[in-house]
């Protein structure tokens, strides 16, 4: 880094390197020990809800619905560079003007595994390529950006002694190492997976037959076949340009001081995430065709079955938020810092790099991946606080001797915070979708209506107001459509703790001190509670759409049946000389 000073610009500019390497021998995906499935479809009778004792059924019949098996072929090695070059110019340009104004350009050159390139497979052909192996270039037909440049801009005005606007935009560009989510691909880790030819009732083979071996292929040429029941270890990129996303962020603020020493400030925040790295399972096939896997594309085109994530940058997320604060410098003895945020999240996935899309992998749906993100809450309040108690030897009441002993001296200080709760899925049953790579939703039938019980039997909101789309659902003329509810459409209950202490010094000599000390988390024993189970399948109901007269006909639908509540408090002395 270097910076200069030359009149009213403070510049600075450097030179980032970074090197990232992954060594392991380690199975990524299915796990080394293996995994047999057992599906209460198989046991199920069909229009019917599966529940856990068809499952047991399967197990006692010895009906496997898949197994799934992984392998360490050779050893994972992952090289990767991260690379960033950077300018700023902070420039006075009068007393109540100051501009940032920067570039910052980054390249991520593609990763490699040391002495060859990456793996990757062709949908298309359903060969895998080995770069630098064989015939295959080093880079596997794979190209990242070298344009990646992020301007940053900023800006505060000072409106006389009271007031400050601030603002700023800037590009940040993900730096996720690429070493993490393509670190296990086939052939290095072998990930063997087999399910049956029909989705919902069928069964792949009896358990007495055994597992199928795990086959492992010959890389001398660095290309080769992908067995059918194999999948990439999770997944692939595509040839071509591998986007790298970023994000775009902004912020205007307003801040004023106050009386009392205090500072409050109100501002606009906003990001938006463009080209999100995500999987997708291609897969797929939209509703009804789901009935089987032979109607699936891949098992069409090469007998395929699994799903088959492919990787790239091609999701969205967008956050708009009003963010409040208010700040008291220690004065008079008391200190204080409070924020509020009303704000809201988008996006398609939680997670970046290694996560899929929240619920439908059919391209024609994915835009109904869109919706509150698992992690946002509209309201937040935080607060920080500290209190000198005006009471005792040198404070505003003087006191001395045992009265200051016992009253003097004493100290309040604490955090506080009260949140909205987050959002959740009303699911309904996938027979009424048939939609591989998709998640089903209930219909909404009615308004919503928040009861707010809590516990067992005790629905958070009115469950006649939802669904489960197989209740309308006709075999005998089947129609397969999405429920009309979207993904994380309600929002479950928030919560609110306290978290106050309590000091005391003593002053015992002139040379020893003794500081009591009693602390709290949560000191009011407040539940944080779960969200609500949203299964609308769950409902035990008559043909009317009445709960049937059965004990616990909504089997904690809309129930929430989860919470987690602790108190504690810690006592302490300490002794100084």
Not at 234 to 242: E, T
Not at 393 to 414: E, P, T, V
Not at 471 to 496: C, E, K, S
Request: net charge positive; with cysteine.
């Amino acid at each position: 880094n270097f910076s200069k000073i030359q009149g009213a610009h403070e510049m600075r500019w450097g030179f980032e390197a970074r090197r990232l390497m992954l060594d392991h021998w380690q199975p990524e995906t299915g796990n080394p020990r293996g995994q047999i499935s057992f599906a209460g479809g198989i046991t199920n009778i069909p229009g019917q809800v599966a529940r856990e004792g068809n499952s047991f059924a399967t197990a006692l019949l010895g009906l496997s619905s898949g197994y799934s098996k992984s392998i360490q072929f050779f050893e994972m090695v992952n090289r990767e560079w991260q690379l960033a070059w950077y300018f700023r110019d902070r420039w006075q340009v009068n007393r109540n003007l100051t501009l940032n104004l920067g570039l910052r350009y980054e390249y991520f050159p593609l990763i490699n595994r040391g002495d060859r390139g990456i793996e990757r497979w062709d949908p298309t052909t359903n060969l895998v390529t080995l770069g630098g192996v064989g015939n295959v270039p080093f880079n596997n037909g794979i190209t990242v950006s070298k344009k990646l440049f992020a301007p940053r801009i900023g800006f505060a005005y000072r409106m006389g002694d009271k007031y400050v606007l601030r603002g700023g935009y800037g590009i940040t560009y993900d730096p996720v190492p690429f070493s993490r989510p393509l670190r296990g691909l086939y052939p290095a880790t072998l990930t063997g997976s087999w399910v049956p030819t029909v989705s919902n009732f069928g069964f792949f083979n009896n358990i007495s037959e055994g597992i199928p071996d795990v086959p492992t292929p010959d890389v001398s040429t660095g290309t080769l076949e992908l067995p059918r029941n194999f999948n990439m270890g999770p997944r692939s990129p595509w040839g071509g340009h591998l986007s790298r996303g970023y994000i775009q962020s902004w912020n205007l603020t307003l801040e004023r001081r106050l009386p009392w020493e205090m500072v409050g400030s109100v501002a606009y925040v906003a990001t938006r995430t463009i080209n999100q790295l995500l999987d997708r399972n291609i897969n797929t096939v939209g509703p009804g065709l789901g009935i089987s896997t032979a109607n699936l594309p891949l098992a069409q085109a090469h007998g395929r079955t699994i799903g088959a994530n492919m990787w790239d940058g091609w999701g969205y997320g967008a956050y708009d938020s009003l963010q409040a604060t208010l700040n008291k410098n220690f004065s008079n003895g008391f200190f204080t810092k409070m924020s509020y945020t009303f704000g809201k999240a988008l996006n398609m996935a939680d997670d970046t790099g290694w996560a899929g899309p929240k619920a439908f992998n059919w391209e024609p749906m994915l835009h109904r991946n869109y919706s509150p993100a698992g992690y946002d809450r509209t309201h937040m309040f935080t607060m920080a606080f500290a209190y000198e108690m005006p009471f005792g030897k040198g404070r505003r009441y003087n006191l001395s001797g045992i009265a200051d002993q016992m009253f003097g001296g004493w100290s309040l200080n604490g955090t506080y915070f009260l949140y909205s709760g987050t959002p959740f899925t009303v699911s309904g049953s996938g027979q009424s979708l048939q939609c591989i790579g998709c998640t089903q939703t209930a219909h909404q039938i009615g308004p919503v209506e928040k009861l707010g019980g809590k516990g067992p039997q005790q629905p958070y909101y009115n469950p006649a107001a939802f669904r489960d789309p197989l209740f309308y659902f006709d075999a005998a003329n089947p129609v397969y459509t999405p429920g009309t509810m979207g993904i994380n459409t309600l929002r479950g209950p928030g919560f609110w703790q306290l978290n106050p202490a309590l000091f005391k010094n003593f002053q015992l000599t002139e040379r020893v001190r003794m500081e009591f000390r009693a602390e709290s988390t949560n000191v009011a024993h407040n539940t944080r509670w779960s969200n609500p189970s949203g299964n609308s399948a769950a409902m035990l109901l008559n043909p009317d759409g009445s709960l049937r007269n059965v004990p616990n006909p909504l089997q904690n639908f809309m129930s929430i049946t989860g919470a987690d509540s602790f108190r504690q408090f810690r006592l302490g002395l300490r002794v100084s000389f």
